[in-house]
């Protein structure tokens, strides 16, 4: 966890010991006063209604320093970073909001199941390789570009692309799951803080199908848009180039109006 969040729940807790401290000494006017007096301050600090709408603002915001914290470590996983690349320059412009990269790390790993696991110890093993090669030299573009990285990104693909055989539910199951807003922010393993309805967004996440082509035509752009040298190592992989393996599911994205 990045120091956001304790650092927060410090400021919080300075701000009552404040209040405390404040509500002793003008209620012990420059004299010494009692345990009990003092039990007594405590009661009144913990009802009072001048601290609600501060408890509601902490709460928010600590909220959000989990989910940016979850989101931080899940975007420091390789395989993660790999899948995501090609439609970063979607979420750098705006078009599209960083909130939906909870639910498509979900998708993923919805889609992929345990293999994205054995894909995600191949690319943490990847890049501790680049590190140790490049030192200070390392950019992640070299992780992108490195034909091992390539080939998991077009495994992965592949797997998706399959996964759509019934194009039209598929998309609409999709389109469903980006719309979600979480009711939950992850605290752990086992651990959820729940979100009260004051926190939720007004309106619903607006995921439709135009976002629907534009997302996909970026995430399989690496299959729509290859080099000469890739198509070659791609064949060599797979057997056949991309329009030969996943052709029905390329001809519906080509035909995806954005």
């Not at 199951?173 to 992850?186: A, C, D, G, R």
């Amino acid at each position: 966890m990045s120091g956001r969040g304790p650092a927060y729940l410090r400021k919080v807790t300075n701000t009552v010991l404040d209040a405390l401290l404040q509500a002793a000494e003008t209620a012990g006017h420059d004299r010494g006063f009692s345990l009990e007096e003092l039990a007594g301050l405590v009661a009144r600090l913990k009802t009072s209604e001048q601290f609600t709408e501060f408890y509601r603002r902490g709460y928010r915001q600590l909220l959000e320093a989990v989910a940016e914290d979850e989101l931080q470590h899940k975007r420091a996983d390789a395989f993660h970073r790999l899948m995501v690349h090609p439609f970063s320059p979607h979420l750098q412009d705006g078009t599209f909001d960083r909130a939906i990269l909870p639910n498509v790390f979900s998708f993923y790993h919805l889609v992929l199941g345990e293999e994205a696991q054995t894909w995600d110890d191949e690319c943490r093993t990847l890049v501790e390789g680049l590190k140790t090669q490049l030192g200070d030299e390392f950019q992640w573009d070299a992780f992108y570009g490195d034909p091992a990285a390539k080939r998991i990104l077009w495994r992965a693909l592949v797997r998706i692309a399959a996964s759509f055989k019934r194009w039209e539910v598929r998309r609409d199951w999709f389109i469903k799951l980006m719309q979600y807003t979480p009711t939950t922010v992850s605290m752990g393993q086992n651990a959820f803080v729940v979100k009260t309805g004051e926190h939720e967004p007004a309106e619903p996440r607006v995921f439709t199908n135009h976002e629907f082509c534009q997302f996909f035509q970026a995430q399989f752009s690496p299959l729509t848009e290859m080099s000469a040298d890739d198509l070659t190592a791609f064949r060599r992989e797979f057997g056949a180039d991309p329009h030969h393996l996943i052709g029905d599911f390329l001809l519906h994205l080509a035909s995806c109006p954005v």
